[in-house]
């Protein structure tokens, strides 16, 4: 008997992932296929520390689990909940329906708690656009979740409470969201800085009102300890507050990093780089794709501080987001 699950990949590509799972009369065993790297193919670990730790019966035959399509790289842990509920579709634990339009996504602990996912936002948005609108994720990416409208989100804390859910034992919940629910509640990163704060420099206040009134750069020039620092730091408090889609695209933005896969951003974002932090850090990249301080101060401020110290490749790669109002990175490899 077979069971397919879909997900969405997390590596910048969006695909959409069917898994398949496919168990035959063998030694007891999980193999897991389809162009994977070592995060994925350590699921099966994490799921067998799931099963046993839910109470829940593991098939003891040879499990093969497959990520369709098997030329899409799959390089992080959001496919463990997809997996372990393919499994058991495929031993008839759980019917097939309320899965047969959904996206499942979640990384599982050995307790079977299913952990929140980077990203998350960026998924949902593109498996809409796919014809999904119904989500299974960790009840961790909630709040981020709730600002994309028009989806039905049903959050799980734990692998044994989506099986209670499906099986009929306990009633689960299902949020609805219509114009995007915006969740209240304060940024612990949010500046305190405003221009009540500063003593004199009226000149640079004015300058500083009409940068933010136009959306302009803004260069602060002078020795040491006139307060330049402090003067850039009241920027986001002389903008006005995000709209629903700036707070779902920076929030997305800042869910791609690994210290912002729960809370929303409901402030605009002031970035501060170090002037030796590489290029890499700046403009985004990596060995493992991440945004850079360029994206993540997106509809908020980036504060460039000592800009002459600044590595030159930084520098002169700013040209382009500065004229084009984008960043692009090139690549070799995917991943």
Known sequence: MNGVVRSIAGDGSNALVEIECHTSNSLPNIVIVGSTNRAVDEAKERIRGAFANSNLSLPRKRITINLAPADIPKTDSSFDLAIALSILLAGGQIKPQPLSQAIVLGELGLDGSVRPVRGIIGRILAAREKGFDSFIIPSGNIAQAQLVPRIHIEPTESLLAYYQTATGIKAGTTINTHGGIVVQ?????????????????DLAKRALVVAAAGGHNILLNGPPGTGKSMLAKTLPALMPRLSQEKMLQVTHLHSLTADSSEAPQLERP??????SASPAAVLGGGAAMRPGEVSLSHHGVLFLDEFPEFNRLIIEALRQPLEDHTI????FAKA
């Open 270 to 275: 002031f970035r501060s780089p170090h002037h």
């Open 328 to 331: 692009t990175i090139a690549r």
């Open 185 to 201: 509640q304060e940024n612990p990163h949010r500046t305190t800085e405003t221009l009540d704060d500063i003593v004199g420099q």
